[in-house]
């Protein structure tokens, strides 16, 4: 049964409004999704992350296995259980991870090798282990292994890539079709679309995992160093191939321009690290625009955090006051970055997905990132 | 007027329960005050302060007035308003960092003349200067400047020491008596009495300051390193000097167990990094003992933190997980410790203070330490 509702369609763009169902609730699209790599989002609680609005957290896999690894997370009955979170996870198959290792890894058809960036020790992921262990997880949104391809990367390289990654796809399908979910709620498996930033490839990839038919489709393979023009041009050609009654995720994307701009060319889920880490290194994400909130300029500024973002960081405390929590190295300073960062990331889609509903999508989007952009640092 | 109310006095022992008014509300003693050094107490939202009990919390002057500084503080209307925080504030006089920072300080007559830990400018601290200060942050209640003698000292040390500590304290009430609060909200100023172990010492300080009259007054110079048993018998002597109508506060104390013993010697407020400190290093204080939540016993155990303590860190998260975060170094392992921990402190005073109503002190207190020493580790 299909699990995503398609709501609206904007006349103007392509983007969409949609409802993603799953056994721990729904996800209406487009939504961004906080990234929550080693069973928590960093320096925010879980009932923070519901309390900001978040409706799906993402997990990765390779770190959770590394660490509290299956055995743990098998015996506290799956993440969900074991974090205290009771809405949607996504994870992602680890693959990712294993390629940025670089040195410590090692691709063979059977699927990948590598060691531990906490010990050394080696293991390996092959497309029937990350179902496995997502399984373990008991994530409700299982992302396929793949081999994201770096960039730049030859023509060449990308389609034997891109035919591996088809190969796995099969493999991750079958492994995904018979075994079963360990939890007692429903799990489905996305397929991602690779292929570099050559169209033909994206168009076979596309094309051919379509015809195996997964639950979602994702953008692999972007936000990895091309120019954001690029980008948009190979987001904007995949949505055209990518099926209108399935949910489409743009892996790893991105900046607040970023996620607005591929709103518009189709794109229902977004996940990114950037609004967590940069956080922590005290760069805000505000209506406002992007600010270093380490800069003397906010020394005796008393203005809200943001006062359109609705948390209780972004309401409560002051420019000044985040400043000097940042100077003085202070834990709660990030905390209330990272709060109002995720609340402004929520908000982004939230409204994204207002204006795509009432019809304005066009206008609000190119307004908002011309006044971003304009503003900040 | 007399701002302490003394509600119920033990039969059994010397504890005793009673109200101090503030401007910013009611601090229901025997209490614990959160240390809040910079502005923030590290790692915790000041609404979950509020949430777990928190009645008022401290700040340390030298810190403060390194970072953010007089003029931040003047402009944003005081700590209160500064860090969004609206129940009492205590703060110290900074003479207790000041003397930690050994060779960076020099105390003459006039006052301390000190070196910055941060960029080793040179400051003054004097009785009126440390009043002036403390007018800037606004705090509810205003600690003087004394000298905190070092364990071990000799009897003519501390004798010196005692007699600068009462000079001082003359020049700290002038100073207080001869100037205004800044942000309409009253302040009052306590007394501290001195006098290292020597108990003629410590009577004739007590004695002294309670005939210049202060809203309250302190015990200083323990917990620096002496035997838990020289500092009990301390505090039982001073408490009977000490006046029954005005609030008596134990500085820098302690454990759960000191802090139960001190209740029963008649100390009604307390304040001590060991919580939050403590829990930044993974130990826990909980209903069960005193723990280490690295300890590998932990991995599997899917226990709540702590059943018995109201906040929601205690309640909704597992040993399990908290080890986990804790092995991970994630920043959320630091914030459900130090919730916990802080929640354990003040359910131990709050209880502490139903017992002392029922009359039933005696009896839990020697439960308490019993159960308590003889769990955990």
């Not at 090798?113 to 282990?129: A, I, N, V, Y």
């Not at 800069?295 to 809200?304: G, H, I, S, T, V």
Request: aromatic share 10%; net charge negative; charged share 25%.
């Amino acid at each position: 049964m299909n699990k995503f509702e398609l709501i609206a369609t904007d006349s103007d763009t392509k983007a969409r409004a949609g409802v993603l169902q799953t056994d721990h609730g729904e996800i209406e699209t487009p939504i961004f999704m906080p990234v929550g790599t080693q069973g928590t989002v960093k320096a925010i609680e879980q009932r923070e992350l519901t309390e900001i609005g978040a409706q799906v957290i993402l997990g990765n896999t390779y770190h959770l296995y590394l660490r509290p690894g299956e055995e743990v997370l098998g015996q506290f009955g799956g993440l969900h259980k074991f974090m205290n979170w009771d809405k949607p996870i996504l994870t992602d198959s680890g693959g990712y991870q294993v390629f940025s290792l670089k040195e410590l890894r090692k691709i063979t058809e059977n699927g990948v090798l590598f060691s531990s960036h906490l010990d050394g020790s080696k293991h390996t992921f092959t497309p029937e282990r990350v179902i496995e262990i997502q399984r373990c997880i008991g994530s409700d949104i299982i992302m396929p292994l793949d081999e994201c391809a770096p960039h730049p990367c030859t023509y060449e390289y990308a389609k034997n890539s891109m035919e591996l990654t088809l190969r796995w796809a099969m493999r991750n399908k079958e492994a995904f079709d018979t075994s079963l979910p360990r939890y007692g709620h429903e799990q489905i498996l996305f397929a991602i679309g690779q292929g570099s930033v050559y169209k033909d490839l994206r168009t076979e990839c596309l094309a051919r995992i379509v015809e195996m038919d997964f639950d979602g489709y994702a953008i692999g393979g972007l936000a990895v160093g091309e120019e954001a023009e690029i980008m948009y041009d190979i987001v904007n050609h995949s949505t055209e191939i990518m099926p209108k009654n399935k949910p489409r995720y743009l892996m790893g994307v991105g900046t607040p321009e970023n996620i607005v701009t591929a709103i518009g060319l189709g794109v229902d889920m977004f996940d990114c690290v950037m609004p967590t880490r940069n956080a922590r290194n005290g760069t805000l994400f505000t209506t406002k625009g992007k600010i270093n909130i380490r800069n003397a300029k906010y020394k005796f500024n008393n203005e809200l955090i943001d006062s359109e973002v609705n948390s209780y960081a972004s309401q409560n405390f002051s420019l000044g006051y985040l400043r000097h929590l940042f100077m003085a190295k202070e834990i709660l300073g990030l905390q209330l970055a990272t709060q109002h960062n995720l609340a402004f990331y929520l908000w982004l889609v939230k409204t994204a997905r207002e204006k795509i509903l009432l019809g304005q999508y066009r206008q609000w989007a190119r307004n908002f990132i011309d006044n971003y952009t304009a503003k900040g640092f």
